[in-house]
């Protein structure tokens, strides 16, 4: 009887946390060849002096939201993820291109995107995040 006067408080716990999820990315790490994006664990932000798209640049994970939304950066660019939830989060590539992995609170991980394009992602443990990394010629 005490089991399950302790499982319905953490159920219904389990329950609030997902239903707060806002968009997303994945939770395990990719290398990719010479065309995709390939993920790392080093960060930096140098923005081109145009003050356009960047050659480096960082998404930050806040009360269930990737900001900034979409992110560019040029090509040979490199986005990172900084996870400031008290809750895991991922950054996962729609195609499978790039991959985070699980972010606890304060860790970060990156990816390089090495061919021009729009890769959309989300957040594996909360399917609702959504986000875009859109990734432009340099000038």
């Known amino acids: 009887m005490k089991t399950k006067a302790l499982l319905a408080p953490a ?12 968009g997303g990315s994945g939770n395990s790490s990719t290398e990719s060849g010479s065309a995709g994006p390939s993920t790392s664990d080093s960060s930096g932000s140098e923005t081109a002096p145009s003050g356009a798209a960047g050659r480096s640049e960082k998404v ?3 009360e269930f939201t990737y900001g900034p939304d979409p992110v560019i950066v040029q090509v ?21 291109s790039f991959n985070t992995g699980i972010l606890a ?5 990156s990816a390089t995107f090495k061919q021009a394009g729009t890769y959309t992602y ?4 909360h399917p609702t995040m959504h986000g875009t990394v859109e990734v432009v010629a340099k000038d």
């Open 122 to 125: 989300f957040c594996e443990v």
């Open 60 to 62: 930050e994970i806040v």
């Open 11 to 22: 159920l219904i716990a389990l329950s609030i946390a997902f239903a707060a999820c806002g």
């Open 105 to 109: 609170n304060g860790k970060l991980k």
């Open 76 to 96: 040979g660019g490199k986005v990172t993820w900084l996870n400031q939830d008290a809750a895991p989060h991922t950054a996962t590539a729609d195609d499978g």
